[in-house]
C-alpha cells in the first residue's frame, strides 16, 4: 500500500510539474491539456498570457494524495516592466485520478488570484499628485496636462476639417490634409490643449471620419514654451514617475474592475529646477523674429544655474542646438585667445600690438572685418574692436596645448553630467602646426563649441572659474575632468577688455545696458560665403551667450542679446 501510494504521488507530481513547466513557457494549450477541461483551459490561458506577458515561473511545492485525490500548491513569480516588477503569490490546487494518470483540476484560482472573477490586467498606478517641474521661484514649469489628438480618416470631409483646425495651426490646410491621407490611412492632425479644443469640440465630433482621442501628457504650462531644450526635464520628470509608480492587477468582474494584486504609488517630490520662466520668455522672445536657427542660452555665474535656455522655432526644428549643437565660435573664443597670451607672458592688455587691415600668416591670409587697419594700438583696443590680425599672430607664437588649456579653463572642452540636461561644450583640438593656430586663435579651423559651452566661458570668466553647470538645484554637473585653475588676474584683465567691447568696441549699440561686458563673434563656414553670428556677455550675475545661424555678421546676435537683456523683469 505504501509503496502505491508513493508511486501515486509520483505520478502526481510528474503531472504537477508538466503542467507548471506548460505554465512557464507560457504555453496554454499543454498546460490546459493535463487539466480535466481543455477547452475551457485553454480559452482562459490564452487570454490571461496575452494579457500579463509570459514572463512567468511556476514552481511545484508540496504535492500530496489521498486515495483518488491529490493536492498541490504552486508559488509564482511574474515579471512585469522589463523585469522591475514582481508579482509574487502562492495558489492551491486540487487533482483527480484517472487510472494509473491524474489530471489537474480545472480552477483558474489553480492559476491566478481573481482569475475566476474575470480576465486579468496588468496597469501602472502614476503617483498622486504628480511630479511638477517648478521655476526657480517656485511657479509651475512642466505639468500633466490632458491632450486631445484630432484623428483624420479617409472619406472625411477635409473642408470642414481644415476650417476648424486652420485657426489654431495655419499650416492645416484642407490641400495638406488630402496629401497626408493619400496613403489611405488614418492620421493624427493635431494634439490639442482643453483649451483650445473646448470651443470646436462639439463640431469635430460631429464630423464622420474625424475621432477624439485624449491623452496625458507632460507639457509647459505657458504653452508657448516648446522649446525641445526642455527634454532632459522631462526625462528626469519621467524617471521620477516611474521610480515612485505602482502597479495593480485587476480582474474585470461583471461589477466591474477589482485589484487582486500590486503596489502602491510611492510619495513623490516636484523637481525643482534652476530655470527662470520670465527669462525663458525673453529669451524666445529676444529669438523670435530671427528667420534662421537662434539659440540663446543665460548662465548664473555665482551657482552655474542655468537660467535660460531659449531657441526660435527654426531651431526647434533642428533639435536642443542650445545645449549641443557645435559650431565654430569665431571671434567670441579670442576671450580664450588672449587669456591663453597673457598666461603665457607674450603681452599685457596694454602691450601695443600691430592690427593690419589683411597679413599672411603663416600661408594663412586672415583679414579683419571689412579689413579695418587701426596700425598699432593696446592689446585692449584690439580685442574690443575684433581684431583678427592680432589674435592670429598671438596665437602662432603661443605652445600646441595653450589654447586647449586655456578654453579648458573656462569650461570649453569639458563635459558636464547633471540631472535634467544632456549638455556639450566644444572642442578644441591641440594645434601642432602654426597654421591650425592662426585658425584656432580667431575660432575657426577645428575649434567649435555650442551656445551652452560660450555661455560657460562667460560665467567662468564673471566668477573667475568655471561654475558646475545645473538645470535643478541642488544637483550640480560633474565635470569628466578638472583643468588648472584660471589666474584670478586673467580673468579680471579679459572682464575689462570685454567692458571695452561695449563701450568702445564692436557692440557699442549694447552701450545702454548698465555694466555690460561682452565679446562679438561672426564665424565663417562651408566656402567662407556664409557665416554664423555670436555674441557673448556678463550682466551682474547674469552671463549669457547667443548663436545666429547663417546670420552673416554678429549684428543679429547683438541685437537679440539686446533685446533680450532690455526684456528681462
Same mark, same amino acid.
Request: glycine fraction near 8%; aromatic fraction near 4%; charged fraction near 15%.
Given at each position: 500500500m505504501l509503496a502505491g501510494c508513493s508511486s501515486a504521488q509520483d505520478r502526481l507530481g510528474d503531472t504537477v510539474r508538466q503542467f507548471a513547466e506548460a505554465l512557464s513557457h507560457g504555453d496554454a494549450a499543454a498546460a490546459a491539456a493535463v487539466t480535466t477541461d481543455p477547452a475551457q483551459a485553454t480559452d482562459t490561458l490564452g487570454k490571461l498570457f496575452a494579457s500579463l506577458g509570459t514572463d512567468v515561473e511556476f514552481r511545484p511545492d508540496t504535492v500530496e494524495v489521498d486515495e483518488d485525490a491529490g493536492s498541490? $500548491? /504552486?508559488?509564482?513569480?511574474?515579471?512585469?516592466?522589463?523585469?522591475? $516588477? &514582481?508579482?509574487?503569490?502562492r495558489t492551491a490546487g486540487a487533482a483527480t485520478a484517472s487510472g494509473d494518470d491524474w489530471k489537474i483540476d480545472w480552477a483558474p484560482t489553480t492559476v491566478a488570484p481573481g482569475l475566476d472573477a474575470g480576465p486579468l490586467s496588468y496597469s501602472t498606478l502614476a503617483p498622486d499628485p504628480a511630479v511638477r517641474v517648478l521655476d526657480r521661484t517656485g511657479s509651475e514649469l512642466l505639468t500633466q496636462h490632458v491632450v486631445t489628438l484630432v484623428d483624420v480618416s479617409p472619406g472625411a470631409d477635409v473642408n470642414a476639417v481644415a476650417a476648424?483646425?486652420?485657426?489654431?495651426? *495655419? !499650416? #492645416?490646410?484642407?490641400?495638406? /490634409?488630402? %496629401? @497626408?491621407l493619400a496613403a489611405g490611412e488614418p492620421v493624427t492632425a493635431i494634439t490639442l490643449r482643453q483649451e483650445d479644443l473646448a470651443p470646436i469640440e462639439a463640431q469635430l465630433s460631429a464630423l464622420s471620419n474625424v475621432t477624439l482621442q485624449p491623452q496625458t501628457r507632460l507639457l509647459a504650462t505657458d504653452k508657448t514654451l516648446t522649446a525641445p531644450t526642455l527634454a532632459g526635464l522631462s526625462e528626469l520628470w519621467q524617471q521620477r $514617475? @516611474? &521610480?515612485?509608480? !505602482?502597479?495593480? #492587477?485587476?480582474?474585470?468582474?461583471?461589477?466591474?474592475?477589482?485589484? +487582486? !494584486?500590486?503596489?502602491?504609488?510611492? *510619495? +513623490?517630490?516636484? #523637481?525643482a529646477s534652476t530655470l527662470d520662466i520670465n527669462l525663458l520668455r525673453a529669451g524666445e522672445a529676444a529669438l523670435a523674429p530671427l528667420p534662421t536657427p537662434a539659440a540663446l542660452v543665460a548662465i548664473q555665474p555665482s551657482t552655474g544655474a542655468l537660467l535660460a535656455v531659449a531657441q526660435n522655432a527654426p531651431a526647434d526644428a533642428q533639435g536642443p542646438i542650445a545645449l549641443t549643437g557645435l559650431y565654430p565660435p569665431g571671434s567670441t573664443f579670442k576671450t580664450v585667445t588672449v587669456s591663453a597670451a597673457l598666461q603665457a607672458g607674450q603681452v599685457t592688455p596694454d602691450s601695443v600690438v600691430a592690427c593690419p587691415g589683411t597679413e599672411n600668416i603663416e600661408g594663412r591670409q586672415i583679414p579683419n572685418d571689412d579689413n579695418f587697419d587701426l596700425g598699432q594700438v593696446p592689446l585692449h583696443t584690439a580685442f574690443a574692436r575684433s581684431c583678427n590680425t592680432t589674435m592670429g599672430r598671438l596665437a602662432v607664437d603661443l605652445p600646441p596645448d595653450a589654447l586647449t588649456n586655456a578654453a579648458a579653463q573656462l569650461g570649453l572642452g569639458i563635459d558636464y553630467t547633471a540631472p535634467g540636461m544632456t549638455t556639450v561644450t566644444g572642442s578644441v583640438p591641440v594645434a601642432d602646426t602654426a597654421a591650425l593656430r592662426v585658425e584656432e586663435g580667431i575660432g575657426q579651423g577645428k575649434v567649435t563649441a555650442t551656445p551652452f559651452g560660450m555661455a560657460l566661458v562667460a560665467a567662468a570668466l564673471a566668477h573667475g572659474s568655471v561654475p558646475a553647470p545645473s538645470i535643478v538645484e541642488g544637483r550640480p554637473g560633474t565635470p569628466d575632468r578638472v583643468p588648472d585653475a584660471l589666474p584670478p588676474a586673467v580673468a579680471e584683465q579679459v572682464r575689462t577688455m570685454m567692458r571695452e567691447t561695449v563701450t568702445a568696441g564692436t557692440a %557699442?549699440?549694447?552701450q545702454d545696458i548698465p555694466d555690460l561686458l561682452g565679446k562679438t563673434g561672426t564665424a565663417e563656414y562651408i566656402d567662407d560665403t556664409h557665416a554664423h553670428?555670436?555674441?557673448v556677455g556678463i550682466q551682474g @550675475?547674469?552671463? /549669457?551667450? +547667443?548663436? +545666429?545661424? @547663417?546670420? !552673416?555678421?554678429?549684428?543679429?546676435?547683438?541685437?537679440a542679446a539686446g533685446r533680450f537683456l532690455r526684456g528681462v523683469p
Amino acid at each position: 500500500m505504501l509503496a502505491g501510494c508513493s508511486s501515486a504521488q509520483d505520478r502526481l507530481g510528474d503531472t504537477v510539474r508538466q503542467f507548471a513547466e506548460a505554465l512557464s513557457h507560457g504555453d496554454a494549450a499543454a498546460a490546459a491539456a493535463v487539466t480535466t477541461d481543455p477547452a475551457q483551459a485553454t480559452d482562459t490561458l490564452g487570454k490571461l498570457f496575452a494579457s500579463l506577458g509570459t514572463d512567468v515561473e511556476f514552481r511545484p511545492d508540496t504535492v500530496e494524495v489521498d486515495e483518488d485525490a491529490g493536492s498541490f $500548491t /504552486l508559488d509564482v513569480h511574474w515579471k512585469f516592466r522589463d523585469g522591475t $516588477t &514582481e508579482w509574487t503569490y502562492r495558489t492551491a490546487g486540487a487533482a483527480t485520478a484517472s487510472g494509473d494518470d491524474w489530471k489537474i483540476d480545472w480552477a483558474p484560482t489553480t492559476v491566478a488570484p481573481g482569475l475566476d472573477a474575470g480576465p486579468l490586467s496588468y496597469s501602472t498606478l502614476a503617483p498622486d499628485p504628480a511630479v511638477r517641474v517648478l521655476d526657480r521661484t517656485g511657479s509651475e514649469l512642466l505639468t500633466q496636462h490632458v491632450v486631445t489628438l484630432v484623428d483624420v480618416s479617409p472619406g472625411a470631409d477635409v473642408n470642414a476639417v481644415a476650417a476648424l483646425l486652420n485657426p489654431l495651426a *495655419p !499650416g #492645416i490646410t484642407a490641400d495638406s /490634409l488630402r %496629401t @497626408d491621407l493619400a496613403a489611405g490611412e488614418p492620421v493624427t492632425a493635431i494634439t490639442l490643449r482643453q483649451e483650445d479644443l473646448a470651443p470646436i469640440e462639439a463640431q469635430l465630433s460631429a464630423l464622420s471620419n474625424v475621432t477624439l482621442q485624449p491623452q496625458t501628457r507632460l507639457l509647459a504650462t505657458d504653452k508657448t514654451l516648446t522649446a525641445p531644450t526642455l527634454a532632459g526635464l522631462s526625462e528626469l520628470w519621467q524617471q521620477r $514617475t @516611474d &521610480e515612485a509608480a !505602482g502597479w495593480a #492587477i485587476t480582474a474585470q468582474t461583471n461589477a466591474g474592475a477589482r485589484r +487582486v !494584486g500590486g503596489q502602491d504609488p510611492k *510619495p +513623490v517630490g516636484d #523637481i525643482a529646477s534652476t530655470l527662470d520662466i520670465n527669462l525663458l520668455r525673453a529669451g524666445e522672445a529676444a529669438l523670435a523674429p530671427l528667420p534662421t536657427p537662434a539659440a540663446l542660452v543665460a548662465i548664473q555665474p555665482s551657482t552655474g544655474a542655468l537660467l535660460a535656455v531659449a531657441q526660435n522655432a527654426p531651431a526647434d526644428a533642428q533639435g536642443p542646438i542650445a545645449l549641443t549643437g557645435l559650431y565654430p565660435p569665431g571671434s567670441t573664443f579670442k576671450t580664450v585667445t588672449v587669456s591663453a597670451a597673457l598666461q603665457a607672458g607674450q603681452v599685457t592688455p596694454d602691450s601695443v600690438v600691430a592690427c593690419p587691415g589683411t597679413e599672411n600668416i603663416e600661408g594663412r591670409q586672415i583679414p579683419n572685418d571689412d579689413n579695418f587697419d587701426l596700425g598699432q594700438v593696446p592689446l585692449h583696443t584690439a580685442f574690443a574692436r575684433s581684431c583678427n590680425t592680432t589674435m592670429g599672430r598671438l596665437a602662432v607664437d603661443l605652445p600646441p596645448d595653450a589654447l586647449t588649456n586655456a578654453a579648458a579653463q573656462l569650461g570649453l572642452g569639458i563635459d558636464y553630467t547633471a540631472p535634467g540636461m544632456t549638455t556639450v561644450t566644444g572642442s578644441v583640438p591641440v594645434a601642432d602646426t602654426a597654421a591650425l593656430r592662426v585658425e584656432e586663435g580667431i575660432g575657426q579651423g577645428k575649434v567649435t563649441a555650442t551656445p551652452f559651452g560660450m555661455a560657460l566661458v562667460a560665467a567662468a570668466l564673471a566668477h573667475g572659474s568655471v561654475p558646475a553647470p545645473s538645470i535643478v538645484e541642488g544637483r550640480p554637473g560633474t565635470p569628466d575632468r578638472v583643468p588648472d585653475a584660471l589666474p584670478p588676474a586673467v580673468a579680471e584683465q579679459v572682464r575689462t577688455m570685454m567692458r571695452e567691447t561695449v563701450t568702445a568696441g564692436t557692440a %557699442t549699440q549694447l552701450q545702454d545696458i548698465p555694466d555690460l561686458l561682452g565679446k562679438t563673434g561672426t564665424a565663417e563656414y562651408i566656402d567662407d560665403t556664409h557665416a554664423h553670428g555670436w555674441f557673448v556677455g556678463i550682466q551682474g @550675475d547674469l552671463a /549669457l551667450a +547667443v548663436f +545666429v545661424s @547663417d546670420a !552673416g555678421s554678429s549684428a543679429p546676435a547683438v541685437d537679440a542679446a539686446g533685446r533680450f537683456l532690455r526684456g528681462v523683469p
